[in-house]
């Protein structure tokens, strides 16, 4: 099994900034993509952001050029800088990876979720 490992969410006003990070652990062999998804209450979760092994990143039409999302290969972790905040951001923040990892000697390949932090922007 590969775990996610989410922090750095918290309150902020409106315009404010939050990083959040998501760590995978685990007998990783490889990791694909690593994105973030966000649940606001009442509402279906959606997708936030996305990075692959290539950097190549996509964007919610809502969050592009305030939020960036980054990757470290070397500790498995993804992060998000979240800037100018906006209260409709405010939602359970979602980390997913999918790749491949070690179980019972084979190699297969896995998708994870975390369990999600909470963002709040106030107005």
């Known amino acids: 099994q590969v775990q996610l490992a989410e922090s750095g969410g918290g309150l902020v006003h409106a315009g404010g900034s939050l990083r959040l990070s998501c760590a995978a652990s685990?007998?990783?062999?490889?990791?694909?993509?690593m994105g973030w998804y966000r649940q606001a209450p009442g509402k279906q979760r959606e997708l936030v952001a996305t990075?692959?092994?290539?950097?190549?990143?996509n964007y919610a039409n809502s969050v592009k050029g305030r939020f960036t999302i980054s990757r470290d290969n070397a500790k498995n972790t993804v992060y998000l800088q979240m800037n100018s905040l906006k209260p409709e951001d405010t939602a359970v923040y979602v980390c997913?990876?999918?790749?491949?990892?070690?179980?019972?000697?084979?190699?297969?390949?896995?998708?994870?979720w975390g369990q999600g932090t909470q963002v709040t922007v106030s107005s």
């Open positions: 990075i692959t092994n290539a950097d190549t990143t």
């Open positions: 997913n990876a999918d790749g491949k990892h070690y179980t019972a000697g084979i190699v297969r390949a896995f998708g994870s």
């Open positions: 685990g007998s990783i062999v490889s990791i694909n993509t």
